[in-house]
């Protein structure tokens, strides 16, 4: 979590000096910023540039009754736990303090409000914020800003079936798929941990490295088929359980093909992906730290022995896939920026 702090500072000491110039020449109608690239939104109400956020990860806005995203808390509202999830919340925003030491000079040069406990809710001076993940997975929530709209997963279909892949190693069988995404993926161990895990079950392992030339040295248990880029939502759509390190796009993708997922969380907001899977019975997870072959192999055969997980999965994906995620993102973006005027619920 510091290393991606210390990464977001950097990213906004350029927005900072960058994005003036760049939007003068360019003749910007407004600008869409994530909502973790903490910089941009007070350059944007320097210049006068109408902005919009939007929320590729998790939703990382502040409220005591909901774990912080980097934690695989269980939501539970009452007091205890609403204490509890304050105190996590405030440490985590100890740890980015490098952003804060980056952003805060510029913000009072400039006299804007000092950051605060819950800076990262309004992001003034955004117009709308968007968020890919849908209302049903996420906790039950009270204090969203007005103009936070869930819009649904942001997936391009057309994106499947784009790479090669040896479909005629597929034999029938039930087919897990695995990835890490295209982050976090240079743990050989875990690869070869699934591997191990998975060894042995009438399934067919499917393993995604994740990274271009990628490759595990030596054989694999279980003769998996390793790849280093797959066509994930193609394979996704043909799985049984997905494996994966509880990415949100990943995640998204899984349930709106009706697959429910084991998670290995690693870091960033994998952990309140995780927690989400596991409240709305759509797989389990197990932290990546305390993760074993006989572990994780009993909880695979676990979400793929009961009925539950299927059909809450398939659940999930009947009300997503009546969703158009990138068109309602993209119509609330060009209101805001058409009308320069907040886009209220």
């Given amino acids: 979590r510091r290393a991606s702090a210390r990464v977001i500072a950097l990213l906004a000491r350029g927005v900072r000096r960058e994005l003036p110039d760049i939007a003068a020449r360019e003749r910007f109608d407004?600008?869409?910023?994530?909502?973790?690239?903490?910089?941009?939104?007070?350059?944007?109400?320097?210049?006068?540039?109408?902005?919009?956020?939007g929320c590729a990860a998790l939703a990382f806005h502040i409220e005591s009754r909901v774990p912080p995203a980097?934690?695989?808390w269980r939501y539970r509202p009452a007091l205890p736990f609403r204490v509890r999830n304050t105190i996590g919340q405030f440490a985590f925003n100890l740890t980015g303090w490098s952003v804060a030491?980056?952003?805060?000079?510029?913000?009072?040069?400039?006299?804007?409000?000092?950051?605060?406990?819950?800076y990262i809710n309004e992001l003034r001076p955004s117009l709308v914020q968007v968020a890919q993940q849908p209302a049903c997975f996420d906790f039950p929530r009270r204090h969203l800003p007005d103009h936070f709209h869930y819009t649904g997963p942001w997936i391009d279909d057309g994106a499947a079936g784009q790479r090669n892949f040896p479909w005629d190693r597929l034999d029938g069988r039930p087919m897990?798929?695995?990835?890490?995404?295209?982050?976090?993926?240079?743990?050989?161990?875990?690869?070869?941990?699934?591997?191990e895990a998975c060894a042995g079950l009438d399934a067919k392992l499917v393993l995604a490295l994740g990274r271009e030339g990628a490759s595990l040295g030596g054989s694999l248990p279980g003769d998996p088929i390793v790849v280093d880029y797959a066509p994930q939502l193609e394979l996704v759509r043909r799985a049984t359980l997905a494996i994966s390190h509880?990415?949100?796009?990943?995640?998204?993708?899984?349930?709106?093909a009706g697959v429910p997922m084991v998670a290995l969380p690693i870091t960033n907001d994998q952990p309140g992906v995780a927690a989400r899977i596991r409240q709305k019975g759509v797989g389990e997870f197990i932290?990546?730290?305390?993760?074993?072959?006989?572990?994780?192999?009993?909880t695979v055969l676990r979400v793929l022995g009961m009925a539950e997980y299927r059909e809450r999965a398939r659940h999930f994906a009947a009300e997503l896939l009546r969703i158009d995620g990138p068109g309602t993102a993209a119509a609330l973006i060009e209101t805001a920026f058409a009308t320069r005027q907040r886009v209220r619920r």
């Fill in 101 to 118: 030491r980056e952003v805060a000079p510029y913000r009072f040069r400039h006299h804007l409000r000092p950051m605060g406990y819950h």
């Fill in 246 to 256: 509880g990415g949100l796009n990943t995640t998204l993708e899984c349930l709106r």
């Fill in 70 to 72: 980097t934690f695989a």
């Fill in 287 to 298: 932290p990546i730290r305390q993760a074993t072959a006989p572990a994780l192999r009993q």
């Fill in 176 to 195: 897990i798929y695995a990835s890490l995404g295209t982050l976090q993926n240079r743990l050989e161990s875990v690869f070869r941990l699934v591997a």
């Fill in 30 to 53: 407004g600008l869409v910023m994530d909502q973790i690239c903490v910089g941009a939104e007070g350059v944007c109400q320097v210049i006068g540039l109408p902005l919009a956020v």
